[in-house]
């Protein structure tokens, strides 16, 4: 059974930094596809695609959050990473990882596996 853990959400100011971590278990993230969504609570449940990775690595990106959020993965710790920078009030939500044994790109439907997710708060 594959599993994902997400972690290192958190409050931070605008203007500052998180990295968020997904821990892989049942498989090996070169397997499997990955992504990163995140969903604000009232907005009628739309999960927005972040930022995806497939199996050779190659990666894609929102053109809401490009050249601030980066996605990368640790094979030897079988774990993905969102790296957001220059985080705004904006950003706060609640931040899934997803994956797939297929691409999905960032549409969430395609993700059939998902963590509980970890909550980003920015303020002002």
């Known amino acids: 059974q594959v599993k994902l853990v997400e972690s290192g959400g958190g409050s931070v100011k605008s203007g500052e930094s998180l990295t968020l971590s997904c821990l892989v278990s049942?498989?090996?993230?070169?397997?499997?596809?990955m992504a990163w969504f995140r969903q604000v609570p009232g907005k009628g449940g739309e999960r927005e695609g972040l930022?995806?990775?497939?199996?050779?690595?190659?990666?894609a990106h929102a053109e809401s959050v490009k050249g601030r959020f980066t996605i990368t993965r640790r094979s030897d710790k079988n774990t993905v990473y969102l790296t957001m920078n220059n985080l705004k009030p904006e950003d706060t939500a609640m931040y899934y990882c997803?994956?797939?044994?297929?691409?999905?790109?960032?549409?969430?439907?395609?993700?059939?596996?998902w963590g509980q997710g970890t909550q980003v708060t920015v303020s002002s």
């Open positions: 997803a994956g797939a044994p297929n691409y999905g790109s960032l549409l969430a439907d395609r993700y059939p596996v």
């Open positions: 930022a995806a990775m497939t199996t050779n690595g190659d990666t």
């Open positions: 049942g498989i090996g993230i070169r397997d499997f596809s």
